[in-house]
């Protein structure tokens, strides 16, 4: 584990997702007939929307008196709302709701694994 300023882990964190999640993301947005260009911007503003939230507004709530004894629960329910969301803006370019938000799931919780894992 290396020793980078919060803003640095972010940036780093943020690199890797978008490494994993883009290319997914395509793969889907083109099947939807977007164009390269559409499907590209929006897979990178879905995730320049949610990412930061992620790391700077879900970790204030975490510091109230948990009802969770352990990070994991608070990572659930932070990534629950990153993957609904992500999965509702998809949903919105692509017209697919129930495909955008399964996509959004099943991206959002391979990117957390690595990232877990990492």
Request: one cysteine or more; proline letters at 6%; charged letters at 10%.
């Amino acid at each position: 584990m290396s020793y980078l300023y919060p803003a640095e882990q972010w940036v780093e964190a943020f690199a890797v997702t978008l490494w994993m999640e883009v290319p997914v993301y395509l793969l889907f947005l083109r099947r939807s007939k977007l164009s390269f260009v559409e499907a590209f911007s929006v897979a990178m503003l879905v995730n320049v929307f949610t990412h930061p939230a992620l790391w700077y507004v879900f970790p204030k709530w975490y510091v109230f008196p948990a009802p969770f004894d352990s990070f994991y629960p608070w990572l659930l329910i932070a990534e629950s709302c990153v993957s609904l969301t992500e999965g509702l803006l998809l949903g919105l370019a692509t017209r697919r709701m129930g495909w955008s938000i399964a996509v959004a799931f099943a991206v959002n919780t391979l990117s957390t694994t690595v990232g877990l894992i990492r």
